[in-house]
Every structure is written in C-alpha cells, then in structure tokens.
C-alpha cells in the first residue's frame, strides 16, 4: 500500500499536479498520462466518465482533455483522431462547468491553469490559421469554444465578433463586440496568450466601423457606431500593447506563417458538436 502511494505522489509530481486524487480508478489514468500513452488515457477516462458515479468527476475530464490535446499535436494520429482538440475543447467545458459542484473539483479546476492557457493560446493560433486564409466562420467557431470555458475572456470574446461579422454573422457578432466593449476599462488585464489577440481585435474593430462596408447589416441590429468608438478603441489599443510579452506580432508577417502551416491540414468535419447536458 505504501509502494502505491509512492507511485501515485511521483505521478503527480511527474504532472506538476500538488493536489491528488484518491480515487483507484482515476490515479489508473493518471499513471496513463505519466506514460505517455495518451490514447490509453483517453479510453479509460472515456469508460470513467461513462459510469454515472463519475458523469462530473473534475479529474476525469482534466485527464480526458490534457489526452486528446496531447494527441492532437501529434501528425500520426491525425486520421485516427481527426477531432481531438475539439475532444479537448469539449472535456475542459466540462471540467470548468461542474468545478463548483465539489470541493475536489475546484482544486481540479485551480490546478488546470496552466493548461487551460496552453489549450487556449494554441486555439487561439488555429483561429487565426483559418481566419488568415478566408475562412472567419471557422476562425469565430474555435473562438466561441474557447469563450464556453473562459467566458470573462474579453479579448476572444472581441476578436470573435470580428470573425462573425467577416463570415457575415452579424447578428451574433455585434451581440460579441457589444459585450467585449462593455466589458472592457482600464482596470481589465488580458492573460499574456490573449493580449496581443486583444490588440488585434480593438484595430480589426476600428477598420470595420471606419470602413463603413457593414454600415447597413449594423443599423438592422440597431449597432451605430461613430467616430468616437473608432478614436476610443485605437486609444485602448495603444494602451493595451503593455501586456504583449515580448514582439508585439505584425498581422502580415503572421499571415505568411498561417498559410505555410494551413496547407499541412487536414480538413475537418463541420457539425458543431453538443456540448450542453
């Protein structure tokens, strides 16, 4: 028993976890994730959570969504798993919804900090992968799943409503920017992986209203925009350029990059999935 518990404390050293589960059937996946065998992590958190016993364990879908981001950063696995980051996406949706359902699943949820912001600054990057090449509704479709597990995110929640209204969705885009903009002061501090994203949204903004090209799909939605919110959001930019870490990234620069990565994917399928119990 004691060899046991050993093994179960070097695990979760090993994930830079400092709280541990006791559950026999979760520290089986955990020794999984330990392992490398991230497949293997998968199934097994799959079957836990199919157990009604388990349906809002926090560790079981950390586990499940840390494993399928793993998988989905490995090309070989691509086919066989072709909606592995959106696995991911859906299990840490979860894990954040029934964080307050126990205590245990609010460590789980202080603990996942980490990778949240790793799943969400490599989100982030797919967006801006489709929205560089002409695809905006996909772009605002992976922001939207980022904005269900971290829903005081102002700055996807701005940079989707540009994806919404460059995909033409205006209707749920000025719902997007109105938020984001109603969120946002002084006092509001981006996370680092967002803050250039916060950056990009704000001029993207002013472009749109300055452009005058989505003037009459804006006044159906009652959404009249002036000079004034042009001038307000190229302010905000300027001042929001403290939290980029490091070079502040050029949109052109980026773009390069996106289609040089772009014509290494695979396509996907569109179905949205359900993600709401």
């Known amino acids: 028993m004691k060899k046991f518990a050993l093994i179960i404390l070097?695990?979760?050293?090993?994930?830079?976890?400092?709280a541990q589960p006791e559950d026999k059937k979760i520290a089986k996946i955990a020794f999984e994730m330990v392992d490398g065998e991230y497949q293997d992590a998968a199934y097994k958190a799959t079957k836990v959570l199919d157990d009604p016993d388990y349906r809002r364990n926090g560790w079981a879908y950390y586990y499940l969504a840390q494993a399928y981001f793993e998988i989905a950063k490995k090309p070989?696995?691509?086919?066989?798993?072709?909606?592995?980051?959106?696995?991911?996406?859906?299990?840490?949706?979860?894990?954040?919804k029934y964080r307050d359902k126990t205590d245990e699943n609010m460590e789980v949820y202080d603990e996942s900090e980490d990778f949240r912001m790793k799943l969400k600054d490599s989100v982030i990057t797919v967006s801006e992968i489709y929205y560089d090449n002409e695809n905006p509704r996909k772009a605002a479709y992976y922001l939207g799943k980022i904005v269900k597990f971290d829903e005081d995110d102002y700055a996807v929640w701005l940079m989707k409503g540009i994806y919404e209204i460059k995909s033409r969705n205006i209707g749920e885009g000025v719902k997007s920017i109105l938020f984001a903009m109603d969120?946002?002061?002084?006092?509001?501090?981006?996370?680092?992986?967002?803050?250039?994203?916060l950056v990009d949204a704000l001029e993207?903004?002013?472009?749109?209203?300055?452009?005058?090209?989505?003037?009459?799909?804006?006044?159906?939605?009652?959404?009249?925009?002036?000079?004034?919110?042009?001038?307000?959001?190229?302010?905000?930019?300027?001042?929001?350029?403290?939290?980029?870490?490091?070079?502040?990234?050029?949109k052109e620069e980026r773009k390069k990059e996106s289609e040089t990565i772009?014509?290494?994917?695979?396509?996907?399928?569109?179905?949205d999935d359900d993600e709401d119990e």
């Open 10 to 18: 070097s695990s979760f050293l090993f994930l830079g976890l400092s």
């Open 76 to 96: 070989e696995l691509q086919e066989e798993y072709p909606k592995a980051l959106k696995e991911s996406l859906k299990a840490t949706y979860k894990m954040v």
């Open 183 to 197: 969120s946002l002061n002084e006092e509001y501090v981006p996370d680092e992986v967002s803050a250039q994203t």
């Open 204 to 250: 993207e903004y002013a472009l749109i209203i300055q452009s005058g090209e989505y003037d009459q799909y804006f006044s159906a939605y009652k959404f009249e925009p002036t000079q004034k919110d042009i001038d307000e959001a190229l302010a905000m930019k300027e001042d929001f350029k403290k939290y980029i870490k490091g070079e502040v990234v050029e």
């Open 262 to 271: 772009f014509k290494t994917f695979r396509s996907e399928p569109d179905e």
